[in-house]
């Protein structure tokens, strides 16, 4: 536990009494999964596929293969400029410049002088939070102390030290507004799903939408900062669904596949047999192909959900999960990360379990793929909750359209398996409760007195 766990009242965290806030063909190596193929041809997405290795706790919704081409035209060739660039162009794509958090050479730990830059200083009451960030670490050393200081363009003695952390996503993405609120990079998709949400059974689940502000000429989205008011919280990033690329990303790279030598760099320091000898000799590969080994590595293809970053109420922080893929280590980590407190585990249950209910009858989720979302779980002195963040990827389906979420996802169908996860992350939450405690968690509705 903290320190100091100074009682904070129902406002503090943002949440109302009621206990509901508004606010060539060559087969990759991989883990024991099913196989995510590359091929120099552009083929649909087989329609069955083999089932994942690794034992689900359910029945595993099947990721199929899906092949997409890695060296343009079947030919190697040299990377070209526009290949380095991410990108394809398209409704959804944000501005991809910015390298993603969980992207290699990012610093864990930033001086407070390093954050106070001059156009920092002269920026009209926001701060930028682009080195405050976790960090990835490696393996053997694998907790590692971060500083999270939002800095106001203040005088300096009246520097303020915010607990403010970002365990995944891109750099640069996220600005500290007026207190309470933060501001994410513009995305229209993301707003016009804030939008669709004020009116929808999931409003009290995620971040209160404060609408557009403009800043230095660049739009954001101002939303509720899920962590103000909290002395060291502890927070969790758990991205959501059975795949984190939209199928539109897989049409785009057949139609016009952009090698990237910065996620072949990513996959080759996590996994040097990872690449194809193709991608190996192109050294480079499509985005989608690196979106497939990722979701493969980890627990996303075989459970519908994975960890991308814990951060500690002392101020530790990782992000090294792109290999944590087993149940057991999953089940190892919830426990270190609530540091073995049943009730905080049940309060989280309590949590999910509302959120489950909620998505059941979500006219938002029943209309939209929901592709790359997390649930950001957060917990400090012996409270806890769950909110849903990130709608960058989501998509709303054509018009007549729906999708069941728990379903196994074929190209085609968009169905994205999210309440599979969701389903999975419970049963997992639940086997960490119970291990060791005798207790039972099924069934248990907490009805404390609890401010949120
Ligand atoms: N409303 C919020 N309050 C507090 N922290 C937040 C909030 N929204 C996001 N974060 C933090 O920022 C991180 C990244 O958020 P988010 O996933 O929205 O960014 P992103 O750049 O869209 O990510 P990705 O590239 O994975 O799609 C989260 O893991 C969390 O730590
Ligand atoms: O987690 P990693 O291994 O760092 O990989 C990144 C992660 O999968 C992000 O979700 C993705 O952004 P999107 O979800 O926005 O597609 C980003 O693509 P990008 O490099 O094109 O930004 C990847 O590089």
């Known amino acids: 536990m903290p320190k100091e766990c100074r009682r ?13 806030s508004d606010g060539g063909r060559v087969e990759r190596r991989t883990a024991g999964r099913s196989p995510q193929i590359c091929t120099e041809h552009i083929q649909k997405a087989a329609i069955v596929a083999a089932p994942p290795a690794a034992p689900a706790l359910m029945d595993a919704p099947l990721v199929p293969q899906v092949t997409i081409t890695s060296d343009a035209g079947g030919t190697s060739r040299e990377i070209q400029e526009e290949d380095l660039d991410g990108a394809v162009d398209g409704t959804l794509r944000r501005k991809l410049s910015n390298s993603s958090i969980s992207s290699t050479g990012s610093s864990a730990v930033e001086s407070e002088d390093d954050l106070l830059s001059d156009t920092e200083t002269q920026s009209k009451g926001l701060v930028t939070l682009e080195h405050l960030v976790c960090a990835e670490v490696s393996e053997s050393k694998a907790w590692k102390k971060l500083k999270t200081y939002i800095r106001w363009p203040l005088q300096a003695s009246q520097k303020k030290k915010v607990n403010w952390v970002q365990l995944a996503g891109h750099k640069g993405n996220f600005k500290a507004a007026e207190e309470g609120t933060i501001l994410k990079k513009l995305s ?35 939303m509720t900062d899920l962590l103000a008011g909290l002395d060291h919280p502890n927070v969790m990033d758990c991205k959501m669904g059975v ?31 990872g690449p194809t000898p193709q991608e190996h000799f192109q050294r480079g590969i499509t985005k989608p192909c690196y979106m497939q080994w990722r979701d493969s590595m980890s627990s996303t293809n ?35 990360f609530v540091e073995e407190d049943v009730s905080i585990i ?18 938002f989720f029943k209309k939209h793929e929901v592709i790359g979302s997390s649930l950001l779980f957060i917990h400090v002195c012996g409270r806890a909750n769950v909110w849903m963040i990130d709608f960058g990827k989501t998509s709303a389906l054509p018009e007549g359209q729906t999708l069941r979420h728990d379903v196994p996802w074929q190209e085609g169908n968009r169905e994205d398996g999210y309440l ?21 968690t099924e069934n248990n509705s907490l009805t404390t007195d609890r401010d949120f």
């Open 188 to 222: 229209e998709n993301e707003k016009k799903c804030f939008e669709d949400l004020q009116n929808d059974a999931l409003v009290h689940f995620v971040p209160r939408y404060q609408g557009i502000v403009e800043n230095d000429g660049e739009s954001f989205v101002q």
């Open 302 to 336: 075989t459970l519908g959900f994975r960890i991308e970053g814990i951060k500690k109420y002392d101020g530790t922080c990782r992000t090294d999960f792109k290999k944590t893929r087993s149940k057991q280590d999953i089940i190892k980590l919830f426990k270190e």
């Open 420 to 440: 599979w996860g969701l389903e999975n992350l419970i049963l997992t939450l639940e086997a960490a409760g119970n291990e060791g405690s005798g207790e039972e």
């Open 346 to 363: 049940k309060s989280y249950l309590e949590r999910l379990r509302a959120i489950r209910d909620a998505l059941k009858i979500s006219v």
């Open 243 to 273: 795949r984190t690329y939209l199928e539109e990303e897989l049409v785009r790279a057949r139609d016009r596949p952009k090698l990237r030598e910065d996620l072949y760099k990513k996959m080759m320091e996590v996994d040097r047999e």
């Open 8 to 20: 904070k009242s129902s406002k503090d965290f943002g949440f109302s009494g009621t206990g509901i």
